[in-house]
Nanobody, 128 residues
């Protein structure tokens, strides 16, 4: 079992920045693919960014590419989402997700992966 706890959300003006943190309870976090997702009121949950355990390759939704950066620090069992140039449409609850991977799964699609573990979410509100 892995417990994920997000933090770092809050209220920020458009154009501002926030850094979200996802802290994992498991020391083998380095073997997990990690994704960030978000859900705005009345909308479905959507993919934001992901990072692959095997080579730290990253993927981003087109809507955040160039503004958001996903990273991880496996020594701290932590993943991050740096969000810059925030827009009102970035307002949502942001969720961290993780899934144990292996060399046989190193090419799986992290955008549509059925992640096993999810955090409780952290609210990000961007005022225009």
């Amino acid at each position: 079992q892995v417990q994920l706890v997000e933090s770092g959300g809050g209220l920020v003006q458009a154009g501002g920045s926030l850094r979200l943190t996802c802290a994992a309870s498991r020391r083998s976090f380095s073997r997990y693919d990690v994704g960030w997702f978000r859900q705005a009121p009345g909308k479905e949950r959507e993919f934001v960014a992901a990072i692959r355990w095997s080579d730290d390759a990253t993927e981003y939704a087109d809507s955040v590419k160039g503004r958001f950066t996903i990273s991880r620090d496996d020594a701290k069992n932590t993943a991050y989402l740096q969000m810059n140039s925030l827009k009102a449409e970035d307002t949502a609850v942001y969720y961290c997700a993780a899934d144990l991977s292996s060399l046989f799964q190193r090419n799986r699609d992290l955008r549509t992966l059925d992640y096993d573990y999810w955090g409780q979410g952290t609210q990000v509100t961007v005022s225009s």
